[in-house]
């Protein structure tokens, strides 16, 4: 699993005497409350004392209407660099006669992120710059970033409602405005995931009496569109006299970088990962921008007349006074001398002013650096098996723990490094990393695998990628189930088929599924089996099992809230991945004496086929075995000409034909213990064992062989697998 990231860099903490300095213009919050513990607290006594004593000082001393600013930082800094932001603003802004409060809301996502993502973003996978992108997209993705980013976003939208300490705020300030009314003029700044903090402080101070904002302006703004609209948009040129969006342009935006690797601005990751629908549009992007009708209009954007809010795109340095930003990052708008000057130009209504100090960036803190770049030796071979008994309630299964492992043996015995994931480590979150893991480790001639086994079911299609032309009738998704699924943490075949499609080329990766609805587990056109409900009954535990629930309405409507409605539809382009499966996707996989009846015929032909066999003739085998057993039909999907290619060979290697065949496997037929071990009548109660014991028996001998390519312990793994073949026969 990814490692945590090296820590940065950071600033000394604020002095005891600078925090004091700070308590008239901090408004510190953490999870929306008034925050009493970290290095600095705010409490109800605290606000009564700005709007009682501090402001109305300011006003007496410096007289006429004086503007007050409410700023929110963005979301990637924690306390300590919020306060220094305050610490950095407040004087200047009193210097230019305006009285400032800062919200500290706690939020410290780089850090939260970064760790997240991991070594991910730290420069260790070797991937080609095109790829590296989108891997840690889907890393911040299946990961912790929909959960941080998320809890950061309720957190902005609690500090305006209930009890919230914004609220608080927003209500002394409107009791301020009607006491004292034509003293004050309000104004508000936020700067990224500030935005989102905004977008609900406003509503709730002009709900409790503050009569407008004269200005708002936004900096490289990180709030999704529909909440800016919803949110804010009916009261610009009204309660919100004056928008401003300062941002950068989209070739700018793609030059920038954060997490030191990813090779775009922090806004692409946000959309791409962050929220619950891929692809959200969010405020500060130029193209969502350009490529929504009704901000077009507030803009003025691609020719649209009318707009009544100002746009500045860096970098701008000409034109208006109150026009002007050179940032070229996302984290730099706060520190850019023209942005900040516009800005308080627009506060002040002044074009004389006390320019914004020089201070360091903050990105050098936010960000680790990466370290070097070490990628894995090409012509590796490596697995990742996942079985699950455990589910919680009337789920259980209980063969594809021993499933897994016996797949581990033998892919070991093939000479794989296997990782595993049983029962309860076997989350949505870390099979979907692993395997993102294990294929962006990957190069060009290593041979990748992954295994499962565990519940299939089906959830409804919300991004249209299954639909057919011509044909309205309903399309569901297949999914594979993690301990977690009735959480609505399933895993289906398009989030399959997003990591499939980071595989580097000149690797090969073979799928094993023995699941319900494993038929097409890479995003392909299925229809709703129809016929399959009632063979999810529980039954013994020995005994015929199938391995399918069915997706009760609470459970899919928690993968449909977990997953919002995906923005991004269509089809994989031709996929280069192969899948063996349980069954056809209409059929149902069953479990007997303790293991999967696909992990029993196909598991055993692992060792003697692989480098051997073409990939079509291993189907022929595994179909063999189940040919006196008809309930179940294993399949094969892939691109076409992967049926000839050689099973778990890499496609790199020099001899890409099946060589050195050994007797019995490539013709006649398959080894009668896989047939015994589909019947549990012909070997009462020796399955499991036997299995066990050809795993381990045949799979020792046979790491000694792929290693030392040593023909004593070739013929010792031999006479292994026909020693166990033996045993399940007598059994």
């Known amino acids: 699993m990814p490692e945590p990231m090296p820590p940065t860099t950071r600033q000394p903490p604020l002095s005891p005497s600078e925090l004091d300095r700070l308590r008239p213009h901090v408004v510190n919050l953490s999870g929306g409350k008034f925050s009493s513990s970290g290095v600095f607290q705010t409490s109800k006594k605290d606000v009564n004392a700005v709007f009682a004593t501090h402001l109305p000082a300011f006003v007496a001393e410096h007289g006429g209407v004086v503007p007050v600013v409410f700023y929110a930082h963005g979301g990637l800094v ?42 991910w973003a730290q420069g260790r996978r070797g991937w080609l710059d095109e790829a590296k992108d989108r891997v840690l997209e889907l890393a911040a993705r299946f990961g912790q970033g929909q959960a941080i980013w998320g809890q950061m976003k309720r957190a902005a939208e609690a500090a305006s409602a209930g009890d919230g300490g914004a609220r608080y705020v927003a209500e002394a300030l409107g009791a301020y405005c009607t006491a004292h009314p034509d003293t004050i003029s309000v104004h508000a700044v936020g700067h990224s995931a500030g935005s989102i903090f905004h977008s609900f402080f406003i509503p709730a101070a002009l709900k409790a009496g503050v009569p407008a904002f004269d200005t708002l302006s936004l900096l490289a703004p990180a709030v999704r569109t529909d909440v800016f609209e919803k949110q804010l948009v009916p009261l610009c040129g009204q309660e919100v006299k004056l928008l401003a969006l300062f941002t950068m342009t989209e070739k700018l935006e793609r030059a920038d970088t954060c997490l030191g690797a990813y090779g775009k601005s922090l806004l692409y990751l946000v959309r791409a990962s962050f929220e619950p629908e891929e692809f959200s549009p969010v405020l500060g992007l130029e193209e969502c921008l350009r490529a929504d009708p009704v901000l077009s209009r507030l803009f003025g954007l691609s020719g649209a007349s009318g707009g009544i809010a100002d746009i500045i795109w860096s970098k701008a340095t000409g034109g208006p006074l ?7 990052s996302h984290g730099g708008f706060d520190t850019d001398i023209p942005t900040m000057d516009s800005v308080a130009r627009r506060v002040t209504g002044s074009s004389r002013i006390q320019s914004f100090p020089i201070t360091r960036s903050r990105g050098d803190e936010l960000w680790p650096v990466p370290g070097p770049a070490t990628p894995r030796r090409a012509g590796t071979h490596h697995a990742l098996c996942v079985g699950i008994n455990a589910y919680p309630g009337g789920d259980a299964l209980y063969g594809c723990v021993a499933d897994a492992e016996a797949w581990a043996a033998q892919l070991t015995a093939a000479g794989f490094a296997v990782r595993t994931l049983l029962d309860a480590e076997a ?22 695998v992954f295994q499962y086994a565990g519940h299939g079911t089906y959830v409804d299609d919300l991004d249209g990628d299954e639909a057919e032309s011509g044909n309205e009738e309903k399309k569901y998704d ?19 088929g997003e990591i499939f499609d980071q595989l580097p080329d000149g690797v090969s990766l073979t799928a094993f599924f023995d699941s319900c609805h494993s038929g097409d587990g890479q995003r392909r056109l299925q229809l709703l089996p129809v016929d399959v409900e009632d063979l999810s009954t529980a039954s013994a535990p020995h005994g015929r099992r199938a391995r399918y629930v069915i997706p009760d309405k609470e459970t899919s409507e928690k993968y449909r809230a977990k997953r919002g409605a995906p923005a991004r539809a269509g089809k994989r382009a031709l996929a280069r991945e192969v899948l063996f499966s349980a069954c056809k996707p209409t059929e149902v996989a069953y479990e007997t004496g303790g293991h999967g009846d696909f992990t029993v015929a196909a598991s055993l032909l692992v060792v003697p086929s692989a480098n051997r066999l073409t990939n079509g003739e ?114």
């Open 478 to 496: 297949e999914a594979l189930c993690p301990i977690d699924f009735r959480e609505g943490n399933l895993i289906i075949d398009d989030d399959l």
């Open 78 to 119: 924690g306390e300590q660099s919020g306060l220094r932001i305050a610490a950095t603003q407040v004087e200047w802004w009193k210097s230019n006669g305006v009285y400032p409060i800062h919200f500290v809301w706690e939020t410290g996502l780089a850090g939260a992120i970064a760790g997240a993502v991991g070594d």
């Open 427 to 448: 989350t949505r979150q870390n099979i979907l990393l692993e395997l993102l893991d294990l294929v962006a480790s990957s190069v060009a001639g290593d041979v990748l």
């Open 618 to 731: 291993f189907l022929a085998k595994i179909r063999e075995a189940f040919s006196s057993q008809p309930r179940q039909n294993p399949d094969f999907n892939g691109p076409r000409a992967a049926k000839s290619r050689v099973f778990l060979a890499p496609l790199v290697a020099a001899a890409a034909e099946p060589t050195d065949r050994p007797p019995g496997t490539a013709s006649g037929t398959i080894p009668a213990a896989i047939t015994a071990l589909l019947d549990p009548a012909a070997s009462p109660g020796g399955g499991t064992d036997a299995l066990a014991a050809s795993a381990g028996t045949a799979g020792s001998a046979s790491v000694a062989a792929s290693r030392e390519a040593d023909a004593l312990d070739r013929a010792r793994a031999a006479a292994a697998f026909l020693r166990a073949a033996a045993d399940f026969i007598d059994g």
């Open 322 to 328: 109150t026009n002007r930003s050179t940032s070229t």
